[in-house]
C-alpha cells in the first residue's frame, strides 16, 4: 500500500501526482501531523476486510473517536431522496461551509468504507506533510483534481489539533 508507506515516511522521490496542500494552524504542528498520520493509519490497516462500525471506536485512538461529534441513531422518516436533491443542489462553498464542525465517527468513516461509503472512489491521499514555521503546517494530498472532497481531510486535521487556514 503506497499511501499507507506515505503516512508513515513520505513520498519517494520518483513518486508523482496531482498533490493539493492544505495549510493548517497549530501550536504544535508536528504533533497535529503525528496524530492525522496515526488516525488515518489505522484506517488504512483495517479496510480489508471493513470492520463493523461498532469496532472502529477500538481501532482508533481514544482522543480522536471522543473528537467526533456524538453518533445519534438513524431516523426512518428522514426522506434521504430530498436531503440528498438539497446537498446536490448547494454550491461548492456552501458544501464546504457546511462540513466545518465537528464530524460524527461513522460520517467520517464513510469517506474510506469501500463497501457502503466513497472508499473505492475517494478524492484525496495522503502524500507528505510537515511543519512550516512556528505554530503552521501543511499536509498533501494526492487527488483527481480541483474541487475535491475536502471535508473528511480538514476533519482529520481539525481533530488532530490544527486549524485549517
Known amino acids: ?9 513520505g513520498p519517494q522521490p520518483d513518486e508523482h501526482a496531482f ?3 492544505v ?14 498520520r496515526d488516525v488515518l493509519g489505522r484506517v488504512i490497516e483495517n479496510m480489508e476486510p471493513w470492520p463493523a ?4 471506536p477500538q481501532l482508533l485512538p481514544p482522543w480522536f473517536v471522543q473528537a467526533c461529534a456524538p453518533e445519534r441513531p438513524p431516523d426512518p422518516s428522514r426522506d434521504v431522496a430530498a436531503w440528498l436533491a438539497e446537498w446536490q443542489a448547494k454550491t461548492w462553498a456552501e458544501k464546504v461551509a457546511a462540513s466545518r464542525g465537528r464530524w460524527r465517527l461513522s460520517n467520517w468513516l464513510y469517506y474510506f468504507d469501500p463497501v457502503d461509503g466513497e472508499g473505492d472512489d475517494r478524492s484525496w ?13 501543511w499536509v498533501d494530498v494526492a487527488t483527481t483534481g480541483w474541487p475535491y472532497g475536502s471535508g473528511s481531510l480538514y476533519w482529520l486535521i481539525e481533530a488532530s489539533g490544527g486549524v485549517v487556514s
Open 125 to 137: 491521499w495522503w502524500w507528505d506533510a510537515a511543519g512550516s514555521g512556528p505554530g503552521a503546517g
Open 53 to 56: 462500525d461498532e469496532v472502529w
Open 23 to 36: 495549510h493548517f494552524l497549530a501550536d504544535d504542528p508536528v504533533s497535529v501531523i503525528e496524530r492525522a
Open 1 to 9: 500500500m503506497n499511501e499507507l508507506r506515505r503516512i508513515r515516511s
Open 19 to 21: 498533490v493539493v496542500r
